[in-house]
């Protein structure tokens, strides 16, 4: 079984300061939800946020994204996603898989105006002054929920990595697009 993004044949958007858009359905992310996620990222060496909604690099090339006290993303934007089928039993006491490499699309969206095309259609203020690197929102873009985490790529710039369930993937691609509008070269 081969995996395909559902944003399979958008290109990458680039535009003025910086700003680009970018498809990384493809990376590796996977999670744990439960009573004792946190005790057992742990014992797994996951360095992990202090509160939930934030996110922290763990590992090499990697992040450890908190959603709740009981529910954490992996992500390795650096890795390719599995093809396997994710675990369908618990993985500890109190410890079960969470899809979400399967249920969301990743996109990424970096440059000095990401906040400024974010405002367009997001009522959370991304400004790096109100929501500073390692900020997670669980909010709406363009009547759409997402997550949205502040982060640094594997270049060290400021980025925002969206999720978005999969079927809604192609017309929240198409929203940003066109909020970028005014900085395409």
């Known amino acids: 079984m081969s995996l395909r993004s559902p944003l399979e044949g958008c290109q990458v958007i680039e535009g003025l300061g910086g700003l680009l858009l970018r498809d990384v359905s493809l990376a590796r992310?996977?999670?744990?939800?439960?009573?004792?996620?946190?005790?057992?990222l742990l014992s797994q060496g996951h360095t992990l946020p202090d509160a939930p909604n934030q996110i922290v690099a763990s590992g090499e090339s990697g992040f450890v994204m908190s959603l709740s006290h009981r529910e954490f993303w992996l992500l390795?934007?650096?890795?390719?996603?599995?093809?396997?089928?994710?675990?369908s039993e618990a993985v500890a006491a109190g410890?079960?898989?969470?899809?979400?490499?399967?249920?969301?699309?990743?996109?990424?969206?970096?440059?000095?105006?990401?906040?400024g095309v974010m405002a367009k259609q997001c009522s959370v203020d991304l400004s790096e002054a109100a929501f500073p690197p390692g900020s997670v929102a669980q909010t709406q873009v363009a009547r759409v929920s997402v997550i949205i985490a502040a982060h640094q790529d594997?270049?060290?710039?400021?980025?925002?990595?969206?999720?978005?369930?999969?079927?809604?993937?192609?017309?929240l691609w198409e929203a940003i697009e066109d909020a970028m509008g005014e900085w395409r070269e």
Do not use: K, M, T
């Open 76 to 87: 390795q934007p650096d890795s390719e996603a599995s093809s396997g089928r994710p675990a």
């Open 29 to 40: 992310r996977e999670g744990v939800r439960g009573a004792g996620a946190r005790e057992w």
């Open 95 to 115: 410890v079960w898989p969470l899809y979400c490499q399967h249920s969301h699309a990743w996109l990424q969206l970096g440059g000095e105006p990401r906040a």
């Open 154 to 171: 594997e270049n060290d710039q400021p980025v925002f990595s969206i999720f978005v369930d999969q079927s809604l993937a192609r017309y």
